[in-house]
């Protein structure tokens, strides 16, 4: 990783490690000193900024559903410089979904948990408002959103407020077996809903989701990927938000060989809140890769992005991308992005690297930050030195980080059985 | 009634230029309710017997023993040995990331007792302590050591030993970088261990004004890896005053 710190109008962008206290990348220096690079902040009355737009920046990245403007990718391009290529095969080729419309389709789709006020149908092709907010980024979200016949649509009723989760089981039934899924979620006008997707079993799945979210309107969208160790799923997760609403995407990424999701917010008025919180633990063999842009493309709104991942065995690899783009007519913003990683065992690899672009500096605040420290010897001499006998010593300090993302998720059984899950991701690697 | 005997202990390390050896035959024995100051020049060893007494694994003991009431220490986990009554309070503690305070003290106070505490008096007990001890309450929901200064951090050790209860105590320059008034605190706070605990204390300074607080029964003088004369409080007022010149000399001379 390069620690020199790209520039875009005077302000630091581009691919940072940054160290906070006791968290460095060789995690030697647990000195208590605050790195005052940890965090960065830009803000206030400035003058507006010129941002050198190129090839590089956010605002530039093509999107749109023609297959013909994404070539293969060949893992120079930025987008996918990090991600294993030869492992996504499976879902990055123009093919439909396996057994589709049959009993033996390669994934299948359970909603449960909705009552009144709560439509539930299917889009084809063409069907409003399939499409009206997702806008496919990559070739993975293109091929995927060609091939899914149907698209599952949950719309929230105008002032309907659902109480329980509104879950939706989507399993895979075999390892390589080609998925194309597509959810659109429409959260109507002052509705208020959480809705909990839950990926499990196997398969090669690519996975698109929309979610308009309306005015007034308060949505938290909880992905949880809880695959088995040979699944495949890449994903592109939209969002519009609409005026003064709130909207929260949570992605906890625990299984498959390599998950790579992209979630992307924008804007479509004023005075929304809009929060993209991950966890991510993974494992010996395992890739998982978080995509995070949030689009500042109208005033005054704000935005908060947290994602924390725990690492462990020696090839175990994360990657985490957040790009903020905050547009010249995006006055009034406030922005925050944060990746922490830690890593428990030698030979894992964390990527860490958060973009700000910012077009105007009449904005509330921007920030980012980012770090990659090592549980070592030393903590755990500490703790064991203390009675704490190795095995907890481990569980306190992984679940002690990932537990400000798990308090972020609104559902008390999800919660419980992430306490299980880390347990078991602990175990795995025998420590 | 509790004694800990070291034995004839050599240690060495492991370095990128190969084996060192750092403590040369080290014999001590410490009973309940003594107090022992050890006093020695830097990198005479001193914090080497600290992390050997409490199992740090970099630590490798070529030859001796530490016994503990008759059990053979060194055949005990770090964890082990604090569940077996030992305590070292480090000379620099260290940060652990994601860990609260509060989590981390139930969860060694669960550890070293066996059993959870009861939440309600717990509580009131590890806010009482960190009152005396003038700790920030607040200090409780930060990560263990994580940006405490460095007399902050001296101070949490005590904490965890006030509240942890040891049979021995081994304070590894507990008394550098503190001021002169939480000097004070930390100090009360030892000899409150030591009288309702009837702890038994190696205390590693190099600074006789600690020992006006904590006073030893026993001062022994460290230099390269070894004890090289013990006696009473008195010899603890001779190196102030005259350093350890004599002291090396001889080490050098016996070369
Ligand atoms: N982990 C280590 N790696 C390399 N050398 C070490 C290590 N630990 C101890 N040593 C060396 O062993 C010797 C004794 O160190 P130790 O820390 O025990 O000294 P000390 O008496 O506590 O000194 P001080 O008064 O400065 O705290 C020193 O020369 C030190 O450099
Ligand atoms: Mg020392």
């Known amino acids: 990783m390069t620690e020199t710190p790209e520039k875009v109008a005077g302000v630091e962008v581009g691919q940072r490690r940054i160290s906070i206290p006791g968290f460095t990348e060789e ?20 003058k507006p900024k010129e941002v050198t737009a190129g090839a590089g920046s956010r605002a530039n990245r093509h999107t749109g559903f023609d297959l013909a403007h994404f070539p293969e990718p060949t893992g120079r391009e930025e987008e996918w410089r990090f991600t294993p290529l030869k492992k996504l095969a499976g879902v990055l080729s123009d093919t439909p979904t396996q057994g589709a419309g049959t009993d033996q389709e390669a994934v299948n789709y359970q909603v449960s948990g909705t009552v009144e006020g709560v439509e539930v149908s299917s889009l084809g092709h063409g069907d409003a408002p399939r499409g009206d907010v997702l806008q496919p980024a990559d070739r993975a979200a293109v091929v995927g959103y060609r091939n899914a016949e149907r698209a599952l649509h949950l719309k929230v009723t105008q002032n309907t407020e659902v109480a329980e989760p509104i879950r939706v089981d989507i399993t895979g039934r075999a390892a390589g077996a080609r998925a194309n899924g597509h959810i659109v979620i429409e959260a109507e006008p002052h509705s208020r809903a959480v809705v909990v997707l839950e990926h499990r079993g196997s398969a090669d799945f690519n996975g698109n989701v929309e979610v308009k979210v309306g005015d007034g309107a308060t949505v938290s969208l909880i992905s949880l990927q809880r695959w088995e160790d040979d699944a495949v799923h890449v994903g592109q997760h939209d969002a519009e938000v609409g005026k003064d609403a709130t909207y929260k995407h949570v992605a906890v990424t625990l299984g498959g060989s390599t998950v790579r999701l992209n979630t992307n917010f924008r804007y479509a008025a004023e005075g929304a809140t809009a929060q993209m919180y991950g966890l991510y633990f993974a494992d010996a063999g395992q890739h998982i890769e978080h995509r995070t842009f949030v689009d500042h493309n109208s005033p005054r709104n704000s935005s908060d992005v947290l994602y924390k991942g725990a690492l462990q065995g020696a090839t175990a690899r994360s990657v985490w991308v957040g790009d903020v783009l905050i547009r010249k007519e995006a006055e009034g913003t406030d922005s925050y992005e944060k990746n922490q990683n830690l890593v428990l065992t030698d030979g894992a690899r964390a990527d860490s690297v958060p973009n700000l672009e910012i077009e105007t500096g009449l904005i509330e605040g921007a920030g980012h930050a980012s770090s990659t420290g090592r549980f070592d010897d030393n903590h755990l001499f500490y703790l064991m030195s203390r009675g704490i006998p190795e095995d907890i010593a481990r569980q306190l300090v992984v679940r002690g980080f990932l537990n400000e993302i798990v308090q972020k998720i609104e559902v008390p059984s999800i919660r419980e059985s992430l306490a299980d899950d880390l347990e078991r991701e602990l175990r795995i690697s025998g420590h | 009634m509790s004694t800990l005997e070291i034995k004839d202990l050599h240690v060495s390390i492991e370095t990128d230029q190969g084996t060192k050896d750092i403590l040369k035959g080290v014999s001590l024995t410490i009973n309940s309710g003594e107090i022992h100051a050890i006093m020695g020049p830097n990198g005479s060893g001193k914090s080497t017997l600290a992390s050997t007494i409490a199992g740090h694994p970099r630590y490798e003991v070529t030859k001796g023993e530490i016994l503990l009431d008759g059990e053979d220490v060194l055949e ?18 260290v940060e652990v990331p994601g860990v ?121 003088v460290f230099v390269d890896g070894k004890v090289a004369e013990q006696g009473g409080p008195e010899l603890a007022d001779e190196l102030e005053a005259n350093g350890y010149d004599r002291f090396l000399a001889s080490a050098a001379a016996s070369v």
Do not use: C
């Open chain 1, 27 to 46: 995690g030697e220096n647990l000195a208590a000193e605050t790195n005052s690079a940890a965090d960065h902040s830009h803000g206030g009355l400035g």
């Open chain 2, 76 to 93: 005990m986990g770090p964890d082990e040995r604090a569940q077996a009554g030992l305590f070292l309070a480090m000379q620099y503690p």
């Open chain 2, 100 to 220: 609260t305070m509060t989590n981390f003290l139930r969860t060694a106070k669960t550890a070293i007792d066996g059993e959870a505490p009861k939440l309600r008096t717990w509580t009131k007990e590890v806010k009482q302590a960190m009152e005396t001890l003038r700790i920030d309450a607040d200090f409780a929901n930060r990560n263990v050591n994580e940006g405490f200064s460095g007399g902050e951090k001296k101070r949490v050790e005590i904490l965890q030993l006030e509240l942890f209860k040891p049979k021995f105590a081994v304070l590894d320059e507990t008394d550098s970088g503190l001021d002169i008034d939480a000097l004070r605190v930390v100090s009360e706070g030892v000899n409150r261990a030591h009288q309702e605990n009837n702890m038994g204390t190696l205390l590693i300074t190099h600074y006789t004004r600690i020992l006006n607080y904590i006073k030893p029964s026993f001062v022994h």
